[in-house]
């Protein structure tokens, strides 16, 4: 054996067994649980549940744990039943069996009646009795009678709107308001005019309910009159003018709306007859706005004077459509007009209002939407009177 072959084999002896020791180095291949840290193969670590709580495994509630191998412990969790054990205990029931979990049809806003649980641990609601709202135009109680038609809501507020009206006879009674270019703006084209009336006898000629116009051969503004029992309603001159074909009973309530929609270029006066459209006229020109005061029960300080009862007056600055007059007439009955309900959508363009003696004393007519307040001509203090338009 020469000297090459003697030093290798004293190297193999000298470093047999020794290998590096990696125990202690992160490879990134193996996790180290507890150290707060949710590392590969973990569920969770320590206080460290990644999100996860009770819930997230169908718990009503309660605490979610981690062990000491760094998998969820659900032993603190909270309603781990089923549907069908008699218990509200998941959380993806309602209710089960008789426990109703403390509901009934009157706490979810279904009326009366009786609350019942389904075989999925569902409410059956099919035994509430659901009770009309009446104000939203809705038949709730799905009995065919909407809000105001229907007899739960006889003493609802939004049911009992008016009581009250003013009546006007041949002495000359009026009221005079705010001129006619403060209600509309000067260069305000289009607009509405609503009032309820009730007809006495006997009726003068060309007895006028309400208008504004500066010249006494009706030449400016607007108005309306009746002749023979129909309502006519002219604009700018009393040419332009548009006659109910509806014959106006006395004694009888009625809602009359007169409209001009300065955009169309024919037929752009409109009356209206308890929601009906009754025929229409043409105005080529400009809606002209007097600086005259807008009149109730006469036109030209007293002259033309109405025989009966008016109620619920309101004037807009905007053309009031089929759909929109039949939402106002809201089959006879009058309604809060400075709020949208069912098919009327114009309380924006609201500029004026007066109820007609709610809220009212006399001389002063108040105008609830805006401030062209009215006073009494004429009048004994008496003309507030408990009569006003409801249900037929």
């Known amino acids: 054996m020469n000297l090459h072959h003697l030093f290798l084999i004293l190297l193999l002896v000298i470093f047999h067994g020794c290998y590096f020791d990696t125990s202690g180095l ?4 193996s996790s180290i649980c507890g150290n707060g840290i949710i590392d590969l193969g973990e569920e969770c670590d320590g206080v460290e549940l990644g999100g996860t709580s009770c819930l997230t495994f169908g718990y009503l509630g309660g605490t979610l744990a981690c062990s000491d191998a760094c998998t969820f412990q659900v032993n603190e969790c909270l309603g781990g039943g089923v549907c069908g054990d008699g218990q509200v205990n998941h959380y993806d029931e309602e209710c089960d069996q008789q426990d109703l979990h403390e509901e009934t049809c009157t706490t979810l806003g279904l009326g009366s009646g009786a609350l019942h649980c389904d075989a999925e641990c ?3 609601t099919h035994g509430c009795i659901r009770q009309e709202v009446c104000d939203d135009a809705v038949d709730n109680d799905s009995n065919g009678l909407v809000d105001c038609r229907d007899p739960a809501c006889e003493n609802h507020p939004f049911c009992n709107l008016t009581s009250l009206s003013v009546w006007f006879d041949t002495t000359g009674k009026y009221i005079l308001t705010s001129p006619l270019s403060y209600i509309l703006a000067a260069a305000q084209a289009s607009f509405s005019v609503s009032f309820w009336i009730k007809l006495r006898e006997p009726q003068m000629s060309w007895a006028s309910p309400m208008g504004a116009t500066d010249q006494t051969s009706w030449s400016n503004g607007f108005g309306f009159y009746i002749m023979s029992g129909r309502v006519s309603f002219w604009v700018n001159n009393k040419v332009n003018v548009v006659t109910s074909t509806t014959v106006l009973e006395a004694a009888k309530w009625y809602h009359v709306v007169g409209t001009f929609d ?3 270029p024919s037929g752009n006066i409109i009356l209206f007859i308890n929601g009906a459209s009754q025929s229409s006229a043409t105005l080529t020109n400009d809606l002209v706005t007097p600086a005259c005061a807008f009149e109730i029960g006469a036109v030209n300080n007293g002259i033309y ?4 009862l008016l109620d619920e007056i309101a004037i807009w600055d905007s053309a009031l459509g089929g759909v929109g007059v039949r939402g106002l007439y809201n089959g006879g009955i009058p309604f809060d007009i400075s709020h949208n309900y069912g098919e009327y959508q114009a309380s924006d363009r609201l500029r004026a209002w007066w109820r007609m003696g709610e809220g009212d004393n006399l001389p002063t007519i108040l105008d609830h939407q805006g401030s062209a307040h009215g006073t009494f001509y004429n009048g004994l203090g008496n ?7 409801a249900l037929f």
């Open 305 to 308: 004077h109405l025989n009966g």
């Open 262 to 264: 300065a955009t169309l």
């Open 122 to 124: 569902h409410f059956d």
């Open 383 to 389: 003309e507030i009177v408990t009569d006003a338009p």
């Open 26 to 29: 992160d490879t990134g291949s």
